[in-house]
């Protein structure tokens, strides 16, 4: 069976109502599909089996722009069996191209905009998705507008650094990729590339950059120039939202079942 480490994190989230304490997020990210094979499948297996009440894919589901047919055939085919309580929501990433919208999937793009999730506990969630494809890149402010400081909010983008142009302290939870974790790793120095305008210790894991979350997935596929993974397996992340937790270790590099709780 495929290696793919399921990470699990618990944080508070600004806004989120009593009643909506422990709503689980699964973050799926650089799926690069080219075909169906153990990771593939491992995936799939993963989001059938592990409860989550909502999907947010934070793009790059083809591995070459051109490929785009085959990749969303493998998408649907990936979450055929996947139904969370509140639906699946992705961006696209800079491997996609804007037409990978047409395709038929379950997924519920977020193009520059932004949109409310009814709770079954009677609070709302706005989801908000910076379009950053192969042809277009947008920007923060755009996706956030018309968005209320007073929701909890969480923004899916493609690129890490998009963490900076979001407005001071202003409790959003930022999800992204691209950066497969730095894709080679090396023992006791970490990453040493990954491809975007942040510090290579950020990575992969959960960080606070001004004031607000960013929680960037290593991803589960691999891309040129080296298409391979070392010391940097592929991963999905698993976040357990709180009103209120107990603060611990910022960052949850680790083992697959560990489990780290961060908050205010």
């Known amino acids: 069976m495929a290696k793919v480490v399921v990470r699990h994190i618990e944080l508070s989230l600004d806004g989120l109502q009593r009643g909506a304490d422990g ?43 051109q490929q785009h047919t085959r990749a969303a055939e493998l998408t649907a085919q990936i979450l055929e ?17 804007p037409c990978f919208t047409a395709h038929e999937t379950p997924i519920r793009f977020l193009r520059n905009d932004n949109t409310h999730v009814e709770l079954d506990t009677g609070g709302v969630l706005c989801l908000a998705g910076v379009e950053q494809s192969h042809h277009r890149r947008g920007e923060a402010q755009t996706a956030l507008k018309g968005a209320s400081p007073k929701l909890p909010r969480i923004l899916l983008t493609h690129y890490p650094s998009t963490a900076f142009e979001l407005p001071s302290a202003s409790g959003i939870l930022m999800l992204a990729g691209h950066t497969h974790g730095g894709q080679i790793r090396i023992p006791g120095i970490g990453c040493v590339f990954n491809n975007d305008r942040i510090p290579v210790s950020m990575s992969r894991g959960l960080h606070m950059v001004n004031g607000n979350w960013l929680h960037v997935s290593a991803g589960i596929g691999a891309s040129p120039p080296i298409p391979t993974r070392l010391f940097c397996p592929p991963e999905i992340g698993l976040i357990t939202l709180r009103t209120r937790v107990e603060r611990a270790a910022p960052i949850y590099e680790g083992q697959s079942s560990g489990k780290v709780a961060v908050g205010v």
């Open 23 to 65: 709503l689980r997020v699964m973050h799926l990210s650089d799926l690069h599909l080219r075909k169906w094979g153990r990771v593939e499948r491992e995936v799939q297996r993963l989001l059938t089996v592990i409860d989550h009440d909502l999907l947010l894919i934070t793009g790059d589901f083809c591995h070459r722009p």
């Open 81 to 97: 069996p996947v139904a969370p309580k509140y639906g699946i929501f992705a961006v696209l990433g800079n491997h996609d191209l």
